[in-house]
């Protein structure tokens, strides 16, 4: 019902701070999420007052998090991955723990497997920053690369070098089709 009215700004939260978007996706609430980016004035890249948009805020997990959780987070994320406006790419906008970090930045640092692998899914995904915050994040904390951290690299190197392979291909395809 308050969807409807006319003179609710969905975008808007209380006090410029965590809008009801970045809130049904911090309390993993797959319906509300549902219904806030079926709305025609939803805005999925709007930053809150942290600098975090709703896709970092999904790529963010939660320390009690069960499979239930888990599973919700996943519906959340491929909703928000499937909305028409969302930018994959969006930084984080305030100086804050993360400067300047892409969603799958956020899941590489919090190690967040699952988001990760779900990211990689994406080809619209730039790999580039994440595959960097992965060696800045061990080089930083001068510690040798944790087997979830090697993991997760692997996974980012293998899924640039499809994405490689796969533009050497088309390339060449396109080449001969030219001649």
């Not at 087997?147 to 899924?159: D, K, M, Q, R, W």
Request: proline share 6%.
């Amino acid at each position: 019902m308050l969807l409807s009215h006319p003179e609710i700004d969905p975008n808007q939260g209380r006090h410029d701070t965590h809008r009801p978007l970045h809130e049904a996706v911090r309390g993993l609430e797959v319906e509300c999420v549902a219904m806030l980016l079926a709305h025609r004035r939803i805005n999925p890249n709007k930053v809150c007052s942290d600098g975090y948009s709703p896709l970092h805020e999904a790529c963010t997990p939660k320390y009690d998090d069960d499979d239930d959780a888990r599973a919700n987070r996943r519906a959340i994320l491929s909703l928000l991955l499937s909305h028409e406006a969302i930018d994959v790419n969006i930084h984080t906008s305030m100086p804050y723990v993360l400067v300047d970090y892409t969603p799958l930045c956020v899941a590489v640092h919090w190690k967040n497997y699952d988001v990760v692998e779900l990211l990689l899914k994406d080809e619209r995904v730039s790999l580039e920053e994440a595959h960097k915050v992965v060696l800045r994040d061990n080089e930083c904390f001068r510690t040798p690369v944790d087997p979830c951290s090697l993991l997760i690299l692997e996974s980012i190197e293998a899924e640039q070098w499809k994405r490689d392979r796969w533009r050497r291909r088309r390339s060449w395809i396109l080449a001969c089709l030219v001649f």
